[in-house]
């Protein structure tokens, strides 16, 4: 699996959009790139994931740079539930998490 | 989707005791996983349990320790043997295939004391 960097923490304003950057600079060709959430100690969630083009699903959009190289998860209008820690995986098929983005999303 | 359930879903254990986690799922699914999360921190790979052969164990996690079974496609049990404190975590079961997402329990929460 492709290393993969994220800020270790940021902040967002309740009902604006949440970008949450990645860099997965040795991504390989048939790895995608998936987006889980971890709230307190729960198991954690899928968001989304994709190959090369953007994907959008309810929850939210990701968005792939051409060379593959970087990602961007947005929430588009995030609220306090979205309180969490976002972890954004390089993979074929096993999942290896990073210490990924702990997102606090304030009123 | 999947859906998985972990038992037991916490324990306190006496040290040197082993305890048994187990793992089902509601559908057959290929690839099993078994995770590790220490307090404050990510989620460790311990091992993929593989149906019909022995777990394939990352770096840093032997089969003495960490004996999984993987009997059919919908259930699997990882033993944390011979406990110490260290060995407080949460440990986690996941499910995938290849090129979608992966499914997780909601863990086994395991303090030894």
């Known amino acids: 699996d492709a290393k993969t960097t994220q800020p270790p923490s940021m902040d967002c304003a309740e009902g604006r959009a949440a970008n949450l950057p990645c860099n997965h600079s040795t991504i390989s060709g048939n790895e995608y790139v998936y987006w889980y959430r971890q709230i307190h100690s729960q198991g954690p969630q899928y968001i989304i994931h994709g190959l090369k083009n953007n994907e959008t699903n309810e929850m939210a959009s990701l968005i792939i740079t051409e060379d593959r190289k970087s990602s961007t998860l947005i929430l588009p209008h995030a609220t306090l539930r979205d309180t969490a820690v976002y972890y954004c995986i390089a993979s074929y098929h096993d999942m290896r998490f990073g210490a990924g983005t702990r997102l606090t999303v304030k009123p | 989707s999947a859906v998985i359930s972990q038992k037991p879903s916490r324990d306190i254990c006496q040290r040197g005791t082993s305890l048994t986690i187990q793992c089902q799922v509601d559908s057959q699914v290929t690839m099993m996983f078994w995770y590790r999360q220490q307090p404050g921190q990510s989620l460790t790979l311990i091992a993929t349990?593989?149906?019909?052969?022995?777990?394939?164990?990352e770096s840093g996690f032997v089969i003495d320790k960490f004996p999984i079974s993987r009997p059919n496609l919908t259930f699997s049990t990882l033993t944390v043997s011979n406990m110490s404190p260290e060995d407080s975590s949460i440990y986690l079961c996941?499910?995938?295939?290849?090129?979608?997402?992966?499914?997780f329990g909601q863990g086994t929460r395991l303090t030894v004391v």
């Open positions: 349990a593989n149906q019909g052969s022995e777990a394939t164990y």
């Open positions: 996941s499910v995938g295939q290849r090129d979608t997402e992966a499914f």
